[in-house]
């Protein structure tokens, strides 16, 4: 076996996070492009807005402390639903068509790391996930009178943060259990619409039996809406930070990471 | 198994004017990839049984069989995408199975099925490959040697499926590498497209790139490939220059015409009718290993008669028989 020796030097790559910067800025592209990731996951949670806040808008909703109105109550619970859909649904969908496509095999044939693919989607998810909260409580605030945070915003942005990664992670961790593109759909479906109805997003949760608050207590979008929740109430007193929602948040995005790397594929799985 | 022979580039004349000098880029003996007693299974199944193979800088190897005969199980494994039940493997002096980011800097692929980017233009998509690599070429000179500037605009998911390609081809290309996989890259081209397909392959050649192709396709074999090499079941059957293949340097001409009207095997003098093999369609087809005495023979029986035999072939073996036969053998 003859030695190889390479005919002409190559110039060093670009650092880490200029990569990162580089996929972020090709993947949000190609997002903003893609006309039913803008509807889903930037239309739809408006849309809910509007839709809940007409039906239910003149009501309250008693929470910690005491009573507030209906469109102060939906905004947190829609701000979690705009994260979850940008980070968990839509990231679910479009990495398994990649995925299936080959187009994550294709890039894997290059020098770029794995984990700067997975970091660039994540960035383009988180962002998404905090446009659309902006987005919302701009709409709640101005057209419904929903109450504005002031003192608790940083708390509202680290959940917002802190939901957005782990149901990122959570999400690398579902697209390992999808086989083909056409299942992505519906299994995202089945995983979170029956979430969001039992999480207070849709339906405030003081109508909800004990039962199913215990079921929903134990996943997280519960603790998503919870933790918002917490920094939107004008009840509130203190900073906001809810650190047993997030806790409970952070520990469900570790098992996703977990379960993400343990058996996340390049490769497509359907063929 | 191979010994570092280097052949005249066994391609019509059209090609090697694509190549151009392309044959002085070539370092006798260099191996590019080096393969020794390779197995790959999938659970029970053994998909590549113990192969041998060696590339060179520099030229075209092409790698033929039939479906499931383990090609691109073989190139995954060269690609550094699986890993190998037993022997030795070396991709640029590098173990594929602990490739690292520097070693895909160098080495460029075609898969044999990947989308393209469907919501990127063809110009932002090789902009974003591009910057995955430290040396990259200029993006519009791509975009130019594979003739899709009237396309660079247009998105990825509204290309046709030959426009597809030919991105996959300038993908495989951003990176400048030394080694590139082709994996069936013409399947689905029309005749056009795919001679425009050989030409800029015959033209990477001449940057001195090394290629890998894997092919269904005889002519492209025989018109792209320094040597070929056949894979059937998970062994290799065949292996040599286009001409040497399979003994075809060695075969039998065949001489071939159609029978004139109402004459059949029956009339043909004894020497002929004994170098006859086949009738097929009203054809005749004879086997000689001395072709231009069978034909004197052949000219004076028809002369006798008046016939004309207008339309009388004399021809090798083609590659596709050779390898019909190499293949099949192995079943």
């Given at each position: 076996?003859?030695?190889?020796?390479?005919?002409?030097p190559?110039?060093?790559?670009?650092?880490?996070?200029?990569?990162?910067?580089?996929?972020?800025?090709?993947?949000?592209?190609?997002?903003?492009?893609?006309?039913q990731?803008r509807?889903?996951?930037?239309?739809?949670?408006?849309?809910?807005?509007?839709?809940?806040?007409?039906?239910?808008?003149?009501?309250?909703?008693?929470?910690a402390?005491?009573?507030?109105?209906?469109?102060t109550?939906?905004?947190?619970?829609?701000?979690?639903?705009?994260?979850?859909?940008?980070?968990?649904?839509?990231?679910?969908?479009?990495?398994?068509?990649?995925?299936?496509?080959?187009?994550?095999?294709?890039?894997?044939?290059?020098?770029?790391?794995?984990?700067?693919?997975?970091?660039?989607?994540?960035?383009v998810?988180?962002?998404?996930?905090a446009?659309?909260?902006?987005?919302?409580?701009?709409?709640?605030?101005?057209?419904?009178?929903?109450?504005?945070p002031?003192?608790?915003?940083?708390?509202?942005c680290?959940?917002?943060?802190?939901?957005?990664?782990?149901f990122?992670?959570?999400?690398?961790?579902?697209?390992?259990?999808?086989?083909?593109?056409?299942?992505?759909?519906?299994?995202?479906?089945?995983?979170?619409?029956?979430?969001?109805?039992?999480?207070?997003?849709?339906?405030p949760?003081?109508?909800?039996?004990r039962?199913?608050?215990?079921?929903?207590?134990f996943?997280?979008?519960?603790?998503?809406?919870?933790?918002?929740l917490?920094?939107?109430?004008?009840?509130?007193?203190?900073?906001?930070?809810?650190?047993?929602?997030?806790?409970?948040?952070?520990?469900?995005?570790?098992?996703?990471?977990?379960?993400?790397?343990?058996?996340?594929?390049?490769?497509?799985?359907?063929r | 198994?191979?010994?570092?022979?280097?052949?005249?580039?066994?391609?019509?004349?059209?090609?090697?004017?694509?190549?151009?000098?392309?044959?002085?880029?070539?370092?006798?003996?260099?191996?590019?990839?080096?393969?020794?007693?390779?197995?790959?299974?999938?659970?029970?199944?053994?998909?590549?049984?113990?192969?041998?193979?060696?590339?060179?800088?520099?030229?075209?190897?092409?790698?033929?069989?039939?479906?499931?005969?383990g090609?691109?199980?073989?190139?995954?494994?060269?690609?550094?995408?699986?890993?190998?039940?037993?022997?030795?493997?070396?991709?640029l002096?590098?173990?594929?199975?602990h490739?690292?980011a520097?070693?895909?800097?160098?080495?460029?692929?075609v898969?044999?099925?990947?989308?393209?980017?469907?919501?990127?233009?063809?110009?932002?998509c090789?902009?974003?490959?591009?910057?995955?690599?430290?040396?990259?070429?200029?993006?519009?000179?791509?975009?130019e040697?594979?003739?899709?500037?009237?396309?660079?605009?247009?998105?990825?998911?509204?290309?046709?499926?030959?426009?597809?390609?030919?991105?996959?081809?300038a993908?495989?290309?951003?990176?400048?590498?030394?080694?590139?996989?082709?994996?069936?890259p013409?399947?689905?081209?029309?005749?056009?497209?795919?001679?425009?397909?050989?030409?800029?392959?015959?033209?990477?050649?001449?940057?001195?790139?090394?290629?890998?192709?894997?092919?269904?396709?005889?002519?492209?074999?025989?018109?792209?490939?320094?040597?070929i090499?056949?894979?059937?079941?998970?062994?290799?059957?065949?292996?040599?220059?286009?001409?040497?293949?399979?003994?075809?340097?060695?075969?039998?001409?065949?001489?071939?015409?159609?029978?004139?009207?109402?004459?059949g095997?029956?009339?043909?003098?004894?020497?002929?009718?004994?170098a006859?093999?086949?009738e097929?369609?009203?054809?005749?087809?004879?086997?000689?290993?001395?072709?231009?005495?069978?034909?004197?023979?052949l000219?004076?029986?028809?002369?006798?008669?008046?016939?004309?035999?207008?339309?009388?072939?004399?021809?090798?073996?083609?590659?596709?028989?050779?390898?019909?036969?190499?293949?099949?053998a192995?079943?």
């Open positions: 076996m003859s030695v190889y020796t390479a005919p002409h190559r110039s060093p790559r670009r650092p880490a996070h200029a990569l990162v910067a580089h996929q972020v800025r090709y993947d949000g592209l190609a997002f903003l492009r893609n006309r990731s509807f889903f996951t930037l239309a739809l949670p408006v849309l809910f807005l509007v839709i809940l806040c007409a039906i239910f808008g003149n009501g309250t909703v008693r929470v402390g005491g009573e507030i109105k209906e469109s109550y939906y905004v947190p619970g829609l701000v979690a639903y705009g994260v979850i859909s940008a980070s968990f649904m839509n990231l679910v969908i479009s990495v398994t068509a990649q995925r299936e496509s080959g187009i994550l095999k294709r890039r894997r044939s290059t020098p770029v790391p794995a984990w700067v693919l997975i970091a660039g989607r994540s960035v998810a988180v962002g998404t996930g446009a659309i909260a902006v987005i919302l409580m701009l709409i709640g605030a101005v057209v419904y009178g929903a109450t504005v002031g003192r608790t915003i940083p708390a509202i680290v959940s917002i943060a802190v939901g957005a990664i782990t990122c992670a959570l999400g690398f961790a579902l697209v390992t259990a999808i086989k083909s593109a056409d299942s992505a759909q519906p299994v995202i479906q089945l995983v979170t619409l029956p979430l969001l109805f039992i999480s207070g997003v849709f339906v949760s003081d109508v909800m039996p039962w199913l608050l215990d079921v929903s207590n996943f997280p979008v519960r603790h998503l809406q919870q933790a918002l917490k920094g939107f109430n004008p009840h509130t007193v203190g900073a906001g930070f809810a650190w047993h929602d997030l806790l409970i948040l952070a520990i469900w995005g570790a098992v996703g990471l977990a379960i993400a790397i343990w058996r996340f594929s390049w490769k497509p799985r359907a | 198994m191979a010994t570092g022979f280097q052949t005249e580039r066994a391609v019509p004349a059209t090609a090697r004017s694509a190549a151009g000098q392309g044959d002085g880029h070539r370092v006798a003996g260099e191996t590019v990839i080096s393969a020794c007693g390779l197995r790959i299974c999938y659970g029970d199944f053994e998909a590549v049984r113990g192969i041998d193979l060696d590339v060179y800088r520099g030229e075209v190897f092409a790698f033929l069989g039939p479906n499931g005969a090609k691109t199980t073989t190139v995954e494994l060269l690609e550094g995408y699986l890993k190998r039940t037993a022997g030795e493997v070396s991709v002096g590098v173990d594929p199975e490739a690292d520097d070693w895909r800097e160098r080495v460029g692929v898969l044999q099925e990947s989308a393209v980017e469907p919501d990127l233009t063809v110009r932002e090789l902009k974003l490959y591009a910057g995955y690599y430290g040396s990259s070429r200029p993006v519009d000179e791509l975009i040697l594979v003739g899709l500037k009237e396309k660079a605009d247009v998105l990825g998911g509204q290309l046709s499926g030959g426009q597809r390609r030919r991105l996959d081809v993908l495989a290309l951003v990176g400048d590498p030394e080694l590139i996989f082709l994996d069936e013409t399947t689905g081209f029309d005749p056009s497209a795919r001679r425009a397909a050989w030409e800029m392959i015959g033209g990477l050649q001449a940057l001195g790139k090394t290629i890998f192709l894997t092919t269904h396709y005889m002519e492209e074999a025989e018109y792209l490939a320094d040597r090499c056949v894979l059937a079941a998970g062994r290799i059957v065949g292996e040599g220059t286009p001409q040497t293949l399979g003994g075809r340097d060695r075969a039998r001409s065949e001489i071939s015409f159609t029978w004139p009207a109402g004459v095997r029956a009339d043909l003098p004894p020497v002929l009718l004994a006859v093999s086949t097929h369609r009203g054809r005749a087809e004879l086997q000689t290993a001395a072709p231009m005495e069978l034909l004197g023979t000219a004076a029986w028809a002369q006798e008669h008046g016939y004309a035999l207008d339309d009388i072939e004399v021809h090798r073996p083609t590659l596709e028989k050779i390898y019909l036969e190499l293949t099949e192995s079943r």
